[in-house]
C-alpha cells in the first residue's frame, strides 16, 4: 500500500525578529489576544505560516511576519 506524498508540507525555518517589540498572538491575527512579547534580535523557529502570519515552534503563538526577517 502506498502511502500519499503530501505536497503541501510546510518546512520549519528561523526568522530574527526586525522590530523592538513584537506581540505573540494566541492566533494569526491582530484580533486575537496578545500572549507575550518578544524583541529584536531574538530568533525563533516557524513551524506554520497562515496569512502573513507565523506559528512559533515553542507553541506560545503566532507573529506577523512582517516584522522578521529569515535567517
Known amino acids: 500500500e502506498k502511502t500519499p506524498i503530501n ?3 510546510f518546512t520549519p525555518y ?4 526586525n522590530t523592538s ?3 505573540v498572538r494566541a492566533g494569526a ?9 518578544v ?3 531574538e ?3 516557524i513551524v506554520e505560516e497562515k496569512n502573513g502570519w507565523g506559528k512559533l ?3 506560545a503563538g ?3 511576519l512582517n516584522y522578521t526577517k529569515k535567517v
Open 57 to 59: 515552534k515553542s507553541g
Open 14 to 17: 528561523i526568522v530574527v525578529i
Open 39 to 41: 524583541k529584536a534580535g
Open 21 to 23: 517589540r513584537l506581540n
Open 43 to 45: 530568533k525563533y523557529t
Open 7 to 9: 505536497t503541501n508540507k
Open 29 to 37: 491575527g491582530t484580533n486575537y489576544k496578545v500572549n507575550t512579547i
Open 62 to 64: 503566532w507573529i506577523a
